[in-house]
């Protein structure tokens, strides 16, 4: 079935948030999930994975303000983003691929589920 996102909102510039994204379903330890972002006209942009075997990888400019977990025992991937700022306000949306490889993990197309997003927005 389809991700399911929570932890989005308004927040202010310099907030922190905890995006979580809960996968149904079996074999979640074989999976590799993403964190993908749409802001208003603009495409889907890619900004963190992390691998069935916990590599992780991230868009280069997030990556000192983002991080991405997963608990296996709880099906669910995480997305923490610290310091937050207007530019950041998008839809976020969690993907999931069994076994996609690491080479791919920043492709949206590699992925095969998703959700249905939740909504980040940064007041300055």
Known sequence: GPLVESGGGLVRAGDSLRLSCAV???FFSSYT?????????????????????GG??????????FFIS?????????????????EDTAVYYC???????????????KYD???QGTQVTVSS
């Open 56 to 65: 992780t990888f991230y868009k280069e400019s997030v990556k000192e303000r």
């Open 33 to 53: 999930l993403g964190w993908f972002r749409q802001a208003p006209g603009k495409e889907r942009q890619f900004v963190a994975a992390i691998t069935y075997f």
């Open 95 to 109: 993907a999931a691929r069994y076994r996609l490889s690491a080479q791919f993990m920043n492709q949206a197309e």
């Open 24 to 26: 149904p379903g079996d």
């Open 113 to 115: 589920n998703w959700g």
């Open 70 to 86: 997963r608990d296996d025992a709880k099906s669910t991937v995480y997305l923490q983003i610290d310091n937050l700022n207007p």
